[in-house]
């Protein structure tokens, strides 16, 4: 088969990285209680005779946005390897599916390595969230006449805008798809400019706007409360700090989006002088609770079902934003900050002031959540504007899994 390989110089520059591949997967096993992660990405696991759609999510934020279309794939007959890079990921997996899939985490991108990866499973179809684009073990999959599928494709600015070598790297990895399937018309502009033919680019729509139909009975905080979810260090801080004193009594809810920064957290939570609950402790929410955090996976749907109002992370800082489509499906109140590069189109279809409020500083912010406390039909208003304007979004699984059936 003739495939371009990633070039010698990808090659001898994953001779010096393999050292820091090895403490990387030894120090991340470890910091996330995983201390299998490292002889997973070395070994791979054995996985039968079995032959399956392997999927590829990099972390807990695209497993838990490609879950529904695992599902969906499921409920077809499909069996699934389902596999992440980072130990979160793979917990995330577990969590959700137990033995129900295959789970691993993917190998170092080093040709042995991809090769056994290749040889221990059978794969007759592999779909690769979003960026996740491992050049060696995307050409090894090819070698293999694996067919690929890039789904909820994006492109970072960070991407677009790297030097040569990247770009010939990224072109060449790109070519490894024989289709690409992305979430809108900015997506599919950025795939051209690195020379990817129109035929190989569909705009299917993103995945993240997949609509949930159960909401969870289970409330694990009796207290009103209003939730920052899925923040990003430094943010939590801010968040706090600015907190006014007409509020210094209402309960406030963290899910970082990284839990294993719990320590840090409580230190600054400590130094701002709140008093504070940790989930991962079994510690309980009373009445002088100021601040519970929330450092566990799995459990950021129920929180975010029953706060006043959700808060989104990844906007007060460079990160470009988080999924809006979650507490949007729940009917919640959602604010999101100044950064957004990667949620623009989902604030513009929620409506901004309508479904959602974004809002240019974390002052802003909290004059936001004070008067939706103070005014909470408007609060309901807005959660009720998301969740219709979601509502009337296409099938976004049905929309993937036509698109998938052509290479099955």
């Known amino acids: 088969m003739n495939v371009p390989s990633?070039?010698?110089?990808?090659?001898?520059?994953?001779?010096?990285?393999?050292?820091?591949?090895?403490?990387?997967?030894?120090?991340?096993?470890?910091?996330?209680?995983?201390?299998?992660?490292?002889?997973?990405r070395i070994f791979g696991l054995d996985g039968g005779s079995a032959e399956r759609i392997w999927v590829h999510a990099s972390s807990v934020g695209e497993v838990r946005a490609v879950t529904p279309l695992v599902k969906a794939l499921m409920q077809q007959g499909e069996s699934i390897l389902f596999t992440s890079f980072t130990a979160t990921g793979y917990q995330a997996i577990n969590n959700t599916f137990s033995d129900s899939v295959c789970s691993t985490v993917v190998p170092f991108d080093h040709y042995w390595h991809c090769q056994r990866f290749f040889r221990q499973h059978r794969i007759k179809l592999g779909l690769v969230m979003e960026t996740e684009l491992w050049p060696e073990l995307l050409y090894q999959a090819r070698r293999q006449g694996i067919e690929l599928l890039l789904v909820n494709a994006r492109l970072s600015p960070k991407s677009l805008n790297a030097g040569k070598f990247v770009r010939i790297l990224l072109s060449t990895t790109l070519s490894y798809f024989a289709q690409i399937l992305t979430r809108n018309k900015k997506d599919h502009d950025a795939f051209t400019s690195l020379g990817v033919s129109e035929d190989r680019i569909t705009?299917?729509?993103?995945?993240?706007?997949?609509?949930?139909?159960?909401?969870?009975?289970?409330?694990?905080?009796?207290?009103?409360?209003?939730?920052?979810?899925?923040?990003?260090?430094?943010?939590?801080?801010q968040f706090l700090a600015a907190r006014p004193g007409?509020?210094?009594?209402?309960?406030?809810?963290?899910?970082?989006?990284?839990?294993?920064?719990?320590?840090?957290?409580?230190?600054?939570?400590?130094?701002?002088?709140?008093?504070?609950?940790?989930?991962?402790?079994?510690?309980?929410?009373?009445?002088?609770?100021?601040?519970?955090?929330?450092?566990?996976?799995?459990?950021?749907?129920?929180l975010m079902a029953y706060a006043r109002i959700v808060i989104m992370g990844g906007s007060f800082n460079t990160s470009g934003g988080h999924n809006l489509m979650e507490p949007a499906n729940l009917g919640r109140a959602i604010i999101t900050g100044p950064s957004d590069s990667n949620i623009a189109e989902d604030i513009e279809m929620l409506g901004p002031d309508q479904g959602v409020l974004q809002v240019s500083s974390m002052a802003d912010c909290w004059a936001a959540i004070v008067e939706l406390l103070d005014k909470p039909e408007r609060s309901k208003a807005l959660g009720r504007e998301a969740q219709s304007r979601l509502a009337q979004q296409p099938d976004i699984i049905q929309q993937y899994l036509a698109a998938i059936s052509a290479h099955l």
Request: hydrophobic residues 35%; glycine residues 8%.
């Open 6 to 40: 990633p070039g010698l110089g990808y090659r001898l520059l994953s001779i010096p990285l393999y050292l820091f591949w090895i403490l990387h997967a030894l120090k991340h096993g470890i910091k996330h209680g995983l201390p299998r992660y490292l002889s997973m």
């Open 246 to 302: 007409v509020l210094s009594h209402y309960l406030l809810v963290l899910a970082p989006r990284h839990p294993d920064r719990s320590t840090q957290i409580q230190a600054q939570i400590e130094g701002l002088g709140m008093t504070c609950s940790v989930r991962s402790k079994a510690q309980p929410v009373t009445e002088d609770t100021e601040v519970y955090l929330a450092d566990t996976l799995g459990e950021l749907k129920s």
């Open 203 to 237: 705009i299917v729509g993103n995945l993240k706007s997949h609509r949930e139909t159960s909401i969870p009975q289970t409330r694990i905080i009796e207290r009103d409360y209003v939730i920052l979810a899925s923040s990003h260090s430094g943010e939590e801080q």
